[in-house]
């Protein structure tokens, strides 16, 4: 079964920091690019990271930019998220995701498998 | 930054057809995919590359794309269809592909 659990969630002071991990199953993990997505409470989806499969190119989103790194451990079949410098904002689920990218008529990029989650709480 | 505009809510009675529309300005060149989130779990992908329907996703999900405009329709919705729908596309230029729309409530009267 394609599976992907996330841990490492929990309560931290502003400024704080954590480090998110993703284990991935049943499937090739160093054959996919992957991302992590937040969700507010109450809030809609908002991505904040992209690894390549090899790890060779990142992205953030501008909110995160400076303060989270994103990387991979294909040995490993894990993927990580530290966060540094932590704020109120950042106050989140945090669900890894698999990307399936590629070009036909156009690119494509979409996520087809998703985590459970695990929560964020910065508060003091 | 590239936007995609989604109606916060839409409501229908079982058995009749929901319309959900996704609308950007780059939605002519880029595909457009949908998830639904249930309360308390995971997103879940139930359409890609405009109308594509992923394995295990009912048929009464379906998708199309025209202009600047992309739909997720279900037919004869379900009470468990009940749910938030995310859409997600690219910008024009595909430097932002990751990008949600605000989401749409979808209640089952």
Redesign the interface.
């Known amino acids: 079964e394609v599976q992907l659990v996330e841990s490492g969630g929990g309560l931290v002071q502003p400024g704080g920091s954590l480090r998110l991990s993703c284990a991935a199953s049943g499937f090739t993990f160093s054959s996919y690019e992957m ?1 992590w ?1 937040r969700q507010a409470p109450g809030k ?4 904040v990271s ?1 690894i390549s499969s090899s790890g060779s190119t990142i992205y953030y989103a501008d909110s995160v930019k400076g303060r989270f790194t994103i990387s991979r451990d294909n040995a490993k079949n894990s993927l990580y998220l530290q966060m540094n410098s932590l704020r109120a904002e950042d106050t989140a689920v945090y ?1 890894c995701a698999r990307v ?2 590629g070009y ?1 008529s ?7 498998v ?4 695990t929560t964020v709480t910065v508060s003091s | 930054s590239y936007e995609l505009t989604q109606p916060p809510s839409v409501s229908v009675s079982p058995g009749q057809t929901a319309r959900i529309t996704c609308s950007g300005d780059a939605l002519p060149k880029q595909y457009a995919y949908w998830y639904q989130q249930k309360p308390g779990q995971a997103p879940v992908l139930v359409i890609y590359k405009d109308s594509e329907r992923p394995s295990g996703i009912p048929e009464r999900f379906s998708g199309s794309s025209s202009g600047t405009t992309v739909t997720l329709t279900i037919s004869g919705v379900q009470a468990e269809d009940e749910a938030d729908y995310y859409c997600q596309s690219a910008d024009s230029s595909g430097t932002y592909p990751w990008v949600f729309g605000g989401g749409t409530k979808l209640t089952v009267l």
């Open positions: 991302n997505v809609g989806l908002e991505w992209y669900y399936n990218s036909d156009y690119y494509y990029y979409y996520m087809d998703w985590g459970k989650g």
